[in-house]
């Protein structure tokens, strides 16, 4: 595809923005730097296709909807569909700019994560083009909600698709409503999340353009949520479950055409797993992500070490990984044994191959808010959000845990979303008072049942993202009530799994929750699968 032409203006601001990054350098790394700028800085040319792609996706839209019988309907169907191009350009365009980063940075992780976060101007652009793209969607998809539903007419003609124009213009004009305006200095601050090059899913959506709904006098009625049920929510009597099952379902049904293709193509997608030592849990684990690679087709290998293994042996181990051109995915598998230094385990795995998303390169990506692989269990509750119809913009969001693996990035996704956060721990003063304020509040604390209701607000959204096991009589009884029937089944299996909010105040207070088991815990699987498919499809193309 060719790239829109670049402006002198714009590509002199480029060079300048390398040198001031990097330093000083030889003759051919400046080149290079020229070159990623020319190839990365046409972001601001508006939102338009290139003549050949606009042709293209023309074609295929008007092949897709020429059978509609509805004028109207026909025409809304024909522009949601060219958005789909917008949607490949935007996704293109951020893949090169990944690119470029590694490419300047000649293996040096260090440069190539100074030049990408460098690039504000650019990633600010492309979170616009996402916006722009995500906000037609959505008004183009209400247009069509409102519209009668079409009857079928086995009598009425069905106009054949008109062939494409066989010349474009040389400055086409806009399919849709105008640009995204530039960004005030709060939107930069807290800019829309754009489609990551490595989570494969598509992020929150973006702020509906509509006027702004009136202020609601009661600042602590519920989140209004009932109104428009996704498929994905199951009815409860007091609270609506956001079932893990059906979201789960939905993306591994997407990952299997995208499989497909890419073993057609070239090869399925390969996933390596290394277990250390003889962890129970992390056998779980380890099997179930197993077993999902082969339902999905996706190439698997497990690697077991005795609990006596070295960290030079298990670096080893992941540097014949890095080297191998099959494998686009290296898991290993936590906690590690006590000799083992997990950092220099991280630290060992290619970035690209990462797809647990906990590399200091991603996490930097994360920060920013540039295209790289996302931590899977924050990168499954939002997938719960989005797709159970929940916008975290506006809303006050408390993430309850600050570790590494699920409470700092979440906070970081949810701000990337526009929520206002703020972050608990253990240190955290007047810890019920902060947890009642959040709109959404997502616990990931690792202690059983600890948020009752006294931090719970009435009509909440609660993200429960705990799994912890309970064995004692005592504690199962706290946190059943009594309930005879609960205490029964916990007295024949020896344990009771419970997450970190107390499940009876959830349900009773919250206007949705994630129920523990069959909620966040199924999504991390599904995003690791999703991490390791777009790394395959970001190495093959």
């Known amino acids: 595809m060719p790239a829109t032409p670049i402006s002198e203006k714009r590509l002199a601001a480029n060079r300048a923005n390398a040198r001031k990054s990097t330093g000083p350098r030889t003759a051919a790394?400046?080149?290079?730097?020229?070159?990623?700028?020319?190839?990365?800085?046409?972001?601001?040319?508006?939102?338009?296709?290139?003549?050949r792609l606009e042709a293209h996706f023309r074609a295929l839209a008007e092949a897709a909807?020429?059978?509609?019988?509805?004028?109207?309907?026909?025409?809304l169907a024909f522009e949601l569909h060219m958005l789909t191009g917008h949607a490949r350009l935007h996704e293109s365009r951020e893949r090169a700019l990944f690119n470029a980063g590694f490419e300047y940075g000649q293996g040096d992780e260090g440069r190539?994560?100074?030049?990408v976060l460098r690039q504000v101007g650019f990633i600010q652009a492309l979170n616009r083009y996402a916006g722009w793209i995500e906000a037609n969607t959505r008004r183009l998809q209400r247009a069509l909600d409102v519209l009668p539903a079409e009857t079928t007419d086995s009598t009425a003609p069905i106009p054949p698709p008109q062939p494409p124009a066989t010349t474009q213009a040389t400055e086409p004009t806009p399919l849709f409503e105008g640009t995204i305006p530039p960004p005030t200095p709060l939107e930069s601050a807290a800019h829309q999340e754009p489609r990551p090059g490595f989570e494969g899913t598509n992020p929150p959506a973006a702020p509906s353009p509509d006027p702004p709904a009136p202020p609601n006098p009661d600042r602590n009625s519920a989140i209004?949520?009932?109104?428009?049920?996704?498929?994905?929510?199951?009815?409860?009597?007091?609270?609506?479950?956001?079932d893990g099952k059906v979201i789960n379902q939905q993306i591994l049904d997407e990952l299997k055409p995208r499989i497909a293709h890419l073993t057609a193509a070239r090869r399925a997608p390969g996933l390596v797993v290394i277990l250390v030592g003889n962890d129970p849990a992390s056998e779980i684990y380890v099997r179930n992500k197993v077993k999902t690679c082969i339902e999905l087709g996706v190439h698997s290998e497990e690697i077991r070490l005795p609990d006596t293994t070295t960290t030079a042996e298990l670096l080893a181990h992941i540097e014949t990984l890095n080297q191998r051109p099959d494998i686009d995915g290296i898991l290993v598998q936590m906690p590690l044994p006590k000799q083992v230094d997990s950092r220099a385990v991280l630290l060992a795995i290619r970035p690209d191959k990462d797809v647990d998303g906990f590399h200091p390169f991603n996490v930097g990506q994360l920060v920013a808010n540039a295209p790289a692989p996302r931590s899977c269990t924050p990168a499954g509750v939002m997938e719960i959000l989005r797709r159970s119809g929940i916008d975290p913009a506006g809303k006050d969001a408390v993430v309850v845990g600050r570790s590494d693996i699920v409470g700092k990035p979440m906070a970081m996704l949810l701000l990337h979303a526009h929520a206002t956060v703020t972050i608990c721990h253990s240190k955290t003063q007047n810890l019920p008072e902060?947890?009642?304020?959040?709109?959404?509040?997502?616990?990931?604390?690792?202690?059983?049942?600890?948020?009752?209701a006294d931090y719970i607000r009435p009509g909440a959204v609660v993200i429960d993202v705990g799994m912890n096991?309970?064995?004692s009589r005592a504690e199962a009884e706290r946190i059943t009530r009594g309930d005879a029937e609960k205490l029964a089944r916990f007295e024949k299996r020896g344990s009771l799994l419970v997450g970190d909010v107390?499940?009876?105040?959830?349900a009773e207070l919250s206007e949705a929750y994630t129920p523990v088991p069959g909620g966040v815990g199924l999504l991390t699987i599904a995003m690791l699968m999703s991490n390791t498919v777009q790394s395959a499809e970001h190495r093959l193309k």
């Open 29 to 51: 790394g400046k080149a290079a730097s020229c070159a990623n700028a020319r190839r990365t800085g046409a972001y601001d040319a508006g939102h338009r296709l290139p003549p």
């Open 224 to 242: 209004s949520l009932r109104s428009a049920a996704p498929p994905c929510y199951r009815e409860g009597s007091m609270a609506r479950i956001l």
């Open 469 to 471: 096991r309970v064995s």
């Open 434 to 452: 902060v947890c009642k304020r959040a709109q959404i509040l997502v616990a990931a604390i690792g202690r059983p049942a600890m948020l009752t």
């Open 112 to 115: 190539a994560t100074q030049w």
């Open 65 to 75: 909807t020429h059978s509609i019988l509805d004028p109207q309907r026909r025409a």
């Open 502 to 506: 107390h499940p009876l105040d959830m």
